[in-house]
């Protein structure tokens, strides 16, 4: 029964990211934001929402942890296993600057939320810290979206997550109120999801006789990281590389700050020793692959893809006679 209710609560977080997704960006649209805009926040935000209504519902039901586990198991995710996987079949070179700035804020990210590891555990006083770097993010994007935007490619600018590319949305927005009704079913779906996966990750922890953290970096960490692999595949298998990685590196911004920040608001998140020695150097490994590939402009082949996979394999087989 605990592997059912993870699988069930994995589909309505998948499909509640969806809806949510196409209500939040049809509502961006008819107030006139800008498809870039749109990208670097809602559709980076909608990507990460599973991690974040995941973290704040097993603050709220007493595993902290858990929600630690899934943040960084999904930051490791996303670059090994969401970028390695597809361009095992779908290579590709980078070529943008945006993307480029962002993968620095990224990487000082990582070293900021390492640091306060190391200080932990999680207060609300670091809650806040978290979300106003979030907030500086949001508005440093904003600015600096406002020259390219007129000469960005629309189809390339951004994509969704479960459709074949997002800019179908935009040439057929909902209403505004269909589309808050939208927002209000996925956000509904996500609560509902979020719950019925931590209940049966907590079980399967209990079980096996592991931590909820190690729950979190693997199960879950995996199972709320298929939007952005979605995302990925359909990007890179339409050529659009610097959408793919875009993508992983906006939500990996998104879940440093704001589901760090949105858990440790409603409760204290301990930092288990593990993550210390293990788990925080890992993620800090996995962001720093990425350095070549987006300074230098490195091309992400087949055999990187093999790396990349092959490094999370051993990650999950360490966690699991570590456990």
Request: proline share 4%; hydrophobic share 55%.
């Amino acid at each position: 029964m605990s592997y059912i209710l993870v699988i069930v609560g994995l589909i309505f977080l998948v499909i509640a990211g969806n809806i949510m997704i196409r209500g939040a960006v049809s509502i961006a649209e008819n107030f006139g934001l800008s498809k870039l805009v749109i990208g670097l926040t809602v559709v980076a935000f909608g990507t990460s929402a599973p991690e974040l209504v995941v973290g704040i519902n097993a603050a709220l039901t007493g595993v902290p942890t858990l929600a630690l586990g899934n943040m960084v198991g999904s930051n490791i995710a996303n670059i090994l296993l969401v970028i390695g996987l597809p361009i095992i079949f779908f290579p590709f070179a980078f070529e943008g600057r945006q993307i480029k700035q962002n993968y620095i804020l990224m990487l000082a990210g990582t070293l900021i939320f390492i640091l306060l590891c190391f200080n932990g555990p999680f207060t609300k006083v670091d809650a806040l810290l978290l979300i106003a770097l979030l907030l500086i993010f949001l508005v440093n994007s904003y600015k600096r979206s406002q020259p390219t935007v007129a000469v960005l490619r629309p189809d390339v600018s951004i994509v969704d997550p479960l459709e074949n590319n997002i800019k179908e949305v935009l040439e057929k927005p909902l209403t505004t109120p269909r589309a808050i009704l939208s927002v209000l079913i996925g956000l509904l779906g996500l609560v509902y999801g979020a719950d019925i996966l931590v209940k049966g990750g907590v079980e399967i922890a209990r079980d096996f006789n592991v931590s909820e953290a190690v729950i979190g970096l693997t199960i879950i960490a995996v199972g709320t990281s298929l939007p952005e692999l979605v995302t990925a595949i359909i990007a890179l298998k339409k050529n659009h590389g610097e959408v793919a990685l875009g993508n992983v590196i906006g939500s990996n911004i998104f879940n440093l700050f704001a589901i760090m920040g949105g858990t440790a608001l409603v409760a204290d998140v301990p930092v288990p020793a593990s993550f210390l020695s293990i788990d925080l150097w890992v993620m800090l490994i996995s962001s720093a692959a990425l350095l070549p590939f987006v300074i230098w402009k490195i091309k992400l082949n087949r055999i990187t893809g093999l790396i990349f996979c092959s490094g999370y394999i051993i990650y999950m087989v360490t966690l699991s006679n570590s456990s």
